[in-house]
């Protein structure tokens, strides 16, 4: 290097390479970021051990590290998922989870219908209600 460039470096930095184990915990920060706006949607998620190992294997690469993850995720996870939500017309309260296929080869998606939470201001209130029978209603 010419030593205009290296008068510019404070610091070398080596950065160890990232192992499995390194690869899983940055994926359980990144789908923490998923779980989070899909239970804002109402949604229950669930992924599977194995779903989680592929992407793994899709999301991670020696020369960027876990750099693709966040690809990975949204092609393997986010876009299946938003097109089940389409086209399975998901509702507040089911659980979709993601797993694998029987080959392995792709993530597999599996809604489970759930009970139907009422929202702040689908219930009604009191004063909606008939008046008790007994006469005890003001």
Excluded: C, W
Aim: net charge negative; aromatic share 6%; charged share 40%.
């Amino acid at each position: 290097f010419r030593p205009e460039f290296l008068n510019r470096i404070d610091d070398i930095i080596m950065f160890n390479s990232l192992k499995r184990e390194d690869i899983h915990k940055i994926i359980d920060i990144e789908l923490g970021h998923l779980y989070k706006r899909i239970a804002e949607l109402g949604y229950d998620l669930k992924l599977t051990d194995d779903a989680k190992d592929f992407l793994v294997d899709k999301g991670y690469d020696e020369k960027f590290g876990a750099r693709p993850l966040k690809r990975a995720i949204q092609k393997y996870i986010e876009d299946p998922m938003a097109e089940e939500i389409i086209n399975q017309g998901v509702e507040e309260g089911d659980r979709i989870s993601v797993g694998l296929n029987k080959d392995k080869s792709d993530v597999a998606i599996k809604v489970t219908k759930g009970k139907k939470k009422i929202g702040k201001n689908e219930g009604g209130d009191a004063k909606d209600l008939p008046p008790a029978e007994d006469g005890s209603a003001s």
